[in-house]
C-alpha cells in the first residue's frame, strides 16, 4: 500500500491522499522514481500552497518565505524547482490558464451552433471563477501586477480568447457587421468587469452574470435574430 501523503498547513485537506505507486520509494516492479518525478510531486504541491499566498497577499507583497512557509519546505528546496517568485508566480499561471482552457474547450465541444458554444464556454469559465476564486484572482488579478512578462501572459490570454470569439463572424446574420476590434475590445472589458469582482473580493455568481455577458458577446453577431431580453 502506498504511504499516506497529508497537506501540513491545518485545516487544509488538500493534496492528496495516497501518493501514487509510480511516486513512492520502492515504486512497482522495484524500479526507483525518476527524480524528474518526483521533483515535479513537489512543484505541483508548491504551487498549490502559492496560490494562496498571490491571491491573499497580492504579487508584490507576496514573499518566497510566504511560500515556503505555506508549502512546508525549504527555501533551498524552493530554489531548485523555481527561479524565484516570478518564476513560480509564472508557472502557476500557466499551469491555472491551461487547466481552466481545457475545461472550457471540452464545454463548448458539446455544442453545435455558434451561439451555444459561447454559451457553454462563458458558464464553464464563470462556474470555475466562482468555485476557484483564489486561482481566478491570480490570472485575473495578479498576472497585471507581475512585471512584464506578468502582463505578457494575460494578454496573450485575452487574444487566445478574443480570437475563439472572431468564430462568430462566420455565423453573423447579414444585417450584423460588429466592429473589427470589437472582440478583442469586449474580452477585455468582460475580464476588467471580473477583475473588479475579484479585487474586493465579490461572489461571482453565474446565474445573474452569464445572460448579460452572454448577450452581450452573442447581440452583435445576431443582428436582428438576437434574443431580446
Given at each position: ?21 509510480h511516486?513512492?520509494a520502492?515504486a512497482?516492479?522495484?524500479r526507483?522514481?525518476?527524480?524528474d ?9 508548491v ?10 497577499r497580492?504579487?508584490q ?8 512557509g505555506?508549502?512546508?519546505i ?5 530554489y531548485?524547482?523555481?527561479?524565484g517568485k516570478?518564476?513560480c ?13 481545457e ?13 451555444d ?9 464563470l ?24 502582463e ?6 485575452v487574444?487566445r ?6 468564430e462568430?463572424?462566420?455565423?453573423a ?20 468587469s471580473?477583475h ?14 452569464l ?5 452581450f ?5 445576431l ?6 431580453r
Open positions: 500500500m502506498s504511504p499516506l501523503v497529508r497537506d501540513p498547513r491545518p485545516g487544509y485537506p488538500l493534496p492528496v491522499g495516497p501518493l501514487p505507486d511516486l513512492t520502492t512497482v516492479g522495484k526507483r522514481i525518476s527524480k518525478v518526483v521533483a515535479e510531486h513537489q512543484r505541483l504541491r504551487l498549490t500552497a502559492a496560490t494562496e499566498v498571490f491571491a491573499r497580492g504579487y507583497s507576496a514573499t518566497v518565505d510566504q511560500i515556503v505555506a508549502a512546508r525549504g527555501v533551498g528546496s524552493f531548485v524547482l523555481f527561479e516570478e518564476d508566480f509564472l508557472r502557476l499561471y500557466d499551469l491555472i490558464v491551461a487547466e481552466a482552457e475545461r472550457i474547450a471540452a464545454a463548448a465541444a458539446g455544442e453545435g451552433r455558434w451561439p458554444r459561447v454559451m457553454a464556454a462563458l458558464r464553464a469559465l462556474e470555475l471563477i466562482a468555485a476557484e476564486p483564489d486561482r481566478a484572482r491570480v490570472v485575473i488579478v495578479e498576472a497585471r501586477t507581475a512585471g512584464s512578462a506578468g505578457a501572459r494575460y494578454e496573450a490570454t487574444a480568447l478574443a480570437a475563439a470569439l472572431r462568430g463572424r462566420a455565423a446574420a447579414g444585417d450584423a457587421e460588429p466592429q473589427a476590434a470589437f472582440e478583442a475590445a469586449a474580452v477585455a472589458g468582460l475580464a476588467w471580473l473588479q469582482r475579484l479585487a474586493v473580493g465579490g461572489p461571482v455568481v453565474v446565474g445573474e452574470l445572460p448579460q455577458m452572454a448577450d458577446l452573442v447581440a452583435p453577431y443582428g436582428s435574430r438576437a434574443p431580446r
